[in-house]
């Protein structure tokens, strides 16, 4: 019996040698001029040729075959000639290593190294074609979905990986070939979802070890790139146009009072007609899930501040990004100790830097502001350290502007100061009453001159977003942060006339960059560290909770639905929506559709992140 | 090693002016983006740089200069107090492209390998057909099976496998060995590709040549016993290149480039 298997197993060695030599040899017999090559050798070059066909189907056997016709090959690397066997070489490298098995993709790889260690003249195609490989070929797309290729897909990735590792080990400058490889290669906005999240899942596991050294950065990057792309070609008119239907829809169906049950449809209804959020909410799972990984082993830190520059240059100063920028919420979520705290530094940092243009810095502290108010990893200790940076800045504002005589109250000099105003308002908003409960904190905050900033001439009150200003007066009052003189005084100073378009006069539109995020996959990773409004207890809510309701309701009966599935679907505490949606600000869709604000009156509290008009550059 | 040497160049590095306020930075990122390439004028792939500006006034003839726009680039230097700021000249290209020329001195070390060289590396990968190996750490050589010395035959043993010495069972190689081949020759197309043999003699495993090799055991002697000599051979091997400054038009006007001419 066990004679018998060596027996067997001798014929195979052999069969296999054999085969071995007769490619080796047929390579050799047509490496001349094609007039001077033997008929016979042409036609085993040929069937050679066919064996290695990347366009026919195999099954089981046939793959077997092809596996030992690609080891002969990769035997015979040296004999490979790119003048003589081109349509080989041509044949090896657009081969598919999705449709084989385990033993075949192993073979082939093994090949593709191989050739990419002799020359480097197959280096480039070697690496293109397993970049190629980083997303199913199209027949298969449709199935790769499916919950049974998950392991393979896997599988073919790690294979990938390990082939481009080799291939780096071996040709140490092939990292800087692969990253343009890459460069080029990356999906286009118009790809499909499966193609590009596949894609990008692949890119971002070469991000480990010494590739992820070399290029990671540039990985990183283009992902980035990709994010933000898809980001603003979601289009405000699309969002809007669909809430908006969806608004007076809802309308009915608070009249029936049955709006809670639909909630988990309306939420697939608003984005189910655009493609772009789709991809995108696709991605940021991928990277979400690569960021979460990186946590795992250790190495976040290296990744965050990789990131982090990245958002410098990348992201910050996108106008008006919506989700893009919660892959850096998510990795700060990940790490609040030393990640969550960089964030709010590196923001404030560039905030007060003078030298920093002021676009990125009114973005900065629009940033500082949403992010101190959203994330909820970040402790009161950390918010008010950063409040103390942003009022003390505004004070010294403030004086600078009293030195020199000349000033002038066009907001657009000054709006810096009122965005960074309008971040400590809204930072309190959210925060005031968690700070409350520190007495040594709250005697910090006490201590900040916040008191001089508002009564300042500039009368940043006016200026900032009316909603913001008023809760902020409102909790402020209920914590007794002023003295109550102080109160009357600071209300006489909002502006009374608010039936202009969006507020106060001059306001001057502001960018909440943390609103609640709306894209339905990835948001369970956002979710669990997000602070609603709906969940903020305000230092008034014990005793005046009642009264909500009367807070600027005339505009509130359109959006306040809309918001609904914001807060936990089981939530249908009408208060609660309510004041969640006076919170979650920006400017109101009438400025894309004036028709929805005939039935109301001038001011309403916008619900969630909209567009609004760009701070003047 | 042989195919490493050691040059001064004259240069001059076009300097967007967008990066005019720290002009040694630029030029600095300008020549690193020559590393580990191939560049024809310096016959060989750059491995490290180091530039100093070169203060025009005290050389260029005059005539020349004047129907020339000249930039003033005041220059800082990092630490302002240390002297009062560094006024340097750079020229303003006529046409289109508004670039700085930079006059550069700069010391540059760089790898040629040149076909009868020996070198040294380290095996990474090997098969029945090739051996694969890497040069200080960044250049790759594959010697195939045609350039292997008869006297090896492959054992595919263990981790990968090794080439065993017919005559003597103590010489082999296998990944990891650090080998000593000669170069047949060099791909400057992409990244300085080599590709090596193994079949001149004074080559093989470095380890067993130091023992079985004369010659190769008594270089390894000298150069332990005085470095400093080997440094004066190093010297003689020092070419300087000089500037040359005919290059005014560039076929990418977008980048900013610089020139040199060996000067042989």
Known sequence: ?617 | MEALREVEAELTVYVHPSNAADVPRAVSRQLSGLLFSYEERFDGVLLAHEAQLVDEDNKENATKEKDKKEAKIEEETEAKSKKKPKILKAKILNGLVPFFGVRVHANLLLFSPQPGMLLEGKVEMLGKESIHAVVLGVFSVAIMSDDIHEKFRFKRKSHGGRFLSRSDREHFIKRGTMIRFSVKSVDTEMNCHITGSLIPPHTGSMRWLSVHDAEYASEISRKSMDTSIKREQNEQEHRILKNEDSMVKSERPHKSRKRSAENR
């Not at chain 1, 990347?54 to 099954?59: K, L, N, P, V």
């Not at chain 1, 289009?235 to 009249?255: C, N, P, R, V």
């Not at chain 1, 965005?419 to 009453?433: G, I, K």
């Not at chain 1, 009150?461 to 109550?484: D, M, T, Y």
Request: hydrophobic letters at 40%.
């Open chain 1, 1 to 617: 019996m066990g004679a018998e298997q060596q027996c067997d197993d001798m014929e195979v060695a052999f069969s296999d040698s054999e085969a071995f030599r007769s490619v080796q040899h047929v390579l050799q017999s047509v490496r001349m001029d094609p007039f001077l090559i033997d008929l016979r050798d042409k036609e085993q070059y040929d069937i050679l040729l066919c064996a290695v066909d990347s366009t026919t189907r195999r099954s089981s056997d046939d793959q077997a075959m092809l596996a030992t016709t690609l080891r002969a090959l990769s035997e015979a690397v040296s004999k490979i000639d790119i003048m003589y066997h081109h349509a080989l070489l041509h044949n090896i490298f657009t081969m598919s290593i999705w449709y084989y098995n385990r033993d075949t993709r192993d073979a082939l790889l093994d090949l593709i190294i191989r050739l990419s260690a002799v020359a480097d003249q197959y280096l480039r195609e070697c690496l293109q074609m397993l970049v190629n490989n980083f997303t199913p070929p199209g027949p298969l797309v449709p199935k790769i979905e499916d919950k049974r290729w998950e392991a393979k897909r896997k599988e073919i990735y790690s294979q990938l990986h390990e082939s481009l590792k080799m291939i780096s080990d071996t040709v140490p400058l092939a990292p800087r070939v692969l990253k343009d490889i890459i460069n080029r290669s990356m999906p286009k906005l118009f790809d499909n979802k499966v193609k590009m999240v596949s894609f990008v899942e692949c890119m971002l596991g070469l991000d480990t070890e010494r590739l992820g050294d070399l290029i990671g950065t540039s990985l990183l990057e283009k992902v980035v790139d990709l994010l933000t792309e898809l980001d603003v070609n979601i289009t405000w008119e699309d969002i809007l146009q669909e809430e908006h239907s969806k608004g007076i829809f809802e309308m009915e169906l608070e009249d029936l009072a049955n709006g809670v049950d639909n909630f988990g449809q309306e939420t697939e209804v608003l984005f189910g007609g655009n493609v772009c959020a789709n991809k995108l909410d696709g991605l940021m799972v991928v990277v979400c899930k690569h960021l979460k990984s990186c946590a795992e082993h250790g190495c976040l830190k290296r990744e965050f501040d990789i990131l982090k520059t990245i958002f410098r240059k990348g992201v910050l100063k996108v106008h008006k990004s919506k989700f893009a920028q919660f892959i850096m919420f998510y990795a700060c979520s990940l790490d609040p100790e030393i990640c969550g705290l960089d964030f709010a530094l590196f923001l404030t940092d560039i905030f007060t830097k003078k030298e920093d243009d002021a676009i990125a810095r009114m973005s900065a502290v629009s940033y500082v502001g949403s992010y101190l108010s959203r994330a909820r990893f970040i402790s009161a200790d950390t918010v008010v350290a950063i409040l103390k940076r942003l009022v003390d800045w505004c004070i010294d504002h403030c004086e600078r502007q009293k030195k020199r005589h000349t000033r002038t109250k066009n907001p657009v000099e000054h709006q810096i100061f009122y965005a960074s105003c309008q971040a400590v308002m809204y930072v309190l908003c959210f925060r005031l009453r968690s700070i409350m409960d520190y007495p040594n904190l709250k005697s910090q905050l006490f201590k900040m001159n916040i008191r001089s900033i508002l009564m300042d001439p500039l009368e940043p009150l006016k200026v900032c977003l009316p909603s913001i200003v008023n809760e902020f007066l409102r909790q402020a009052k209920a914590a007794r942060l002023f003295n109550a003189s102080v109160d009357l005084e600071l209300e006489d100073r909002i502006d009374s006339d608010l039936s202009k378009a969006f507020g106060g006069v001059n306001r001057l539109d502001m960018f909440f960059p943390f609103d609640p995020y709306l894209l339905k996959e990835s948001d369970s990773y956002i979710r669990p560290n997000f602070e609603f409004w709906s969940l903020v207890k305000t230092t008034y809510s014990d005793d005046e909770g009642d009264e909500l309701g009367d807070f600027d309701a005339p505009g509130m009966n359109v959006d306040s639905l809309d918001d609904n599935f914001d807060i936990e679907l089981n939530s249908d505490d009408d208060d609660i929506e309510y004041t969640m949606n006076k919170m979650s600000i920006t400017p109101h869709r009438s400025f894309y559709h004036p028709m929805a604000m005939s039935g109301d009156s001038g001011l309403s509290m916008p619900a969630r992140i909209r567009p609004s008009v760009s701070p003047p550059s």
